[in-house]
């Protein structure tokens, strides 16, 4: 892999004996502030021994990779055969990912031109979901370049700093505080003395929240837990409204001989948290 712009090796080891083919390499690529998976991927030949279900094999193991980092991901490379050929595909299909040949068609209302002797489109790209937006000017060039391959050049023009995903934020569970059925009971029948039951199921869940903070109020400071319930704990039925969130890598690289965790960090939470390892090893250093 050759860039112009940031890119390192992706935490995610590679397990036995994938970590030394050299079919396969991959990278984490930095625009602005998001990061995404990059993958180039090397197909076995049609005139090597079981070569789709070997190549296969390797989307396989691809797969499985970007599905444990939960970043964007681009799959390219040479793969010896149309990417909708190999089983793997339909897993790609189901997470959202396109092929560059199905995102040209859509764009350009025709189908992509061949990249190999005229007659094939082994020469491609899968991506995620999260990226077909940003992808533009497909271009199949001639073969000036190699014997038998048409190169493929495409533009990933990402408006503004980040990348967002949408998701849901749900209410947290308050059964880490560990209360009680009596407790909750006994909450309950205070609260029916100040109000009535419920009239909807938005209301059961405003109750439901009452009654464990009247409990939370309840232990005036007995134990660590909170006086009241927290605003992460509220929310139940009620409408959820899908909310933006950056979709970055957040730990730089370790200097040499520092903490380096073994997978990417993507909430703000375990990024502090891997900072603080750091600085303890460091003063224990």
Not at 12 to 31: E, T
Not at 168 to 182: D, G, R, Y
Not at 197 to 223: A, H, M, T, Y
Request: aromatic letters at 8%.
């Amino acid at each position: 892999m050759i860039s112009s712009i940031p890119m390192r090796p992706s935490r995610l080891q590679l397990p036995d004996p994938w970590r030394l083919n050299p079919r396969i390499s991959r990278s984490i690529v930095q625009i602005g502030s998001s990061h995404f998976q990059f993958w180039v991927v090397y197909g076995y030949a049609a005139s090597q021994p079981r070569h789709l279900e070997r190549t296969n094999e390797l989307l396989e193991l691809v797969f499985e990779q970007i599905s444990d980092i939960p970043l964007p991901h681009i799959v390219a490379g040479d793969f010896n055969a149309e990417i909708t050929n190999f089983p793997v595909w339909e897993e790609f299909r189901q997470k959202g990912s396109l092929d560059l040949a199905t995102i040209y068609h859509s764009q350009q209302g025709r189908p992509m031109p061949s990249t190999c002797m005229e007659s094939t489109r082994p020469d491609s790209a899968i991506i995620s979901k999260e990226l077909i937006p940003f992808v533009s000017n497909i271009w199949v060039m001639d073969t000036t370049w190699f014997a038998t391959h048409s190169p493929v050049i495409f533009t990933l023009d990402i408006q503004g700093p980040t990348i967002f995903k949408e998701r849901f934020v749900l209410p947290k569970s308050f059964m880490e505080f560990a209360p009680t059925k009596p407790d909750l009971e006994v909450a309950h029948l205070k609260l029916l003395e100040l109000e009535g039951p419920p009239n909807s199921l938005e209301e059961c869940g405003v109750v439901v929240e009452k009654i464990v903070d009247i409990w939370l109020q309840s232990r005036d400071g007995e134990s660590e837990l909170p006086q009241a319930l927290p605003s992460s704990l509220r929310g139940r039925c009620k409408e959820q409204k899908l909310k933006k969130s950056p979709v970055t890598s957040h730990v730089k690289i370790a200097r040499e001989g520092d903490f380096e965790p073994n997978d990417e960090i993507i909430s703000m939470a375990t990024r502090r948290k891997t900072t603080q390892h750091r600085r303890i090893r460091c003063i224990n250093g």
